[in-house]
């Protein structure tokens, strides 16, 4: 059993910042008794909002992303906040970055972005029925442009490579599978 092969030697971090720890684990390999260390990324859990209005709109934001410095289109999403549930962290963040109300959401799923390097998971939430209701309340750091497109556009959308964020491609994936 894969599970049984690893061994638990010990962990130590290495280095702290705001939202993210790294951390390296030292294991025993059991099969053949070789030693190794492992760096994790520990990270918050966080949610990803497939947002559509009563017009069959989805809610997408373009924002600047520091990893590839451009400027990315994606789905609103953020860190669940401590104690809170995916839902409400889904409408809060739904609220900061865009401004948008929902009239009811769900969770689709709970997924893995990289269980190979990093600890979190994200949730995929659907919110339904999202209309404007207040200013977008943004971080310092943030500027955050609201984009609207037609949900029966994504496919095509995927196919001319304007979504390339591969979270937001698995939660309209997830999306797809689960329906609404």
Not at 35 to 58: M, N, S
Request: charged share 25%.
């Amino acid at each position: 059993m894969p599970e049984k092969s690893w061994t638990l030697l010990g962990s130590r971090d290495i280095a702290s910042w705001h939202v993210i720890r790294l951390r390296e684990d030292r294991y025993r390999f059991e099969p053949s008794g070789r030693e190794g260390e492992f760096v994790v990324c520990d990270t918050p859990d966080w949610v990803l909002v497939i947002a559509i209005t009563p017009e069959e709109q989805v809610v997408f934001v373009r924002q600047y992303r520091h990893g590839v410095r451009e400027v990315v289109l994606e789905i609103p999403g953020g860190i669940i906040d401590a104690g809170e549930t995916p839902e409400a962290a889904a409408v809060r963040e739904l609220l900061e970055e865009t401004g948008y109300t929902a009239e009811r959401v769900r969770v689709l799923g709970r997924l893995m972005p990289n269980p190979a390097m990093n600890s979190a998971h994200f949730h995929a939430v659907l919110a339904e029925g999202c209309r404007p209701t207040v200013a977008q309340s943004l971080d310092p750091f943030e500027r955050i442009d609201v984009v609207l497109h037609p949900l029966s556009e994504v496919p095509a959308m995927l196919r001319r490579g304007e979504l390339v964020h591969a979270q937001v491609i698995a939660a309209f994936a997830l999306l797809q599978a689960v329906g609404r």
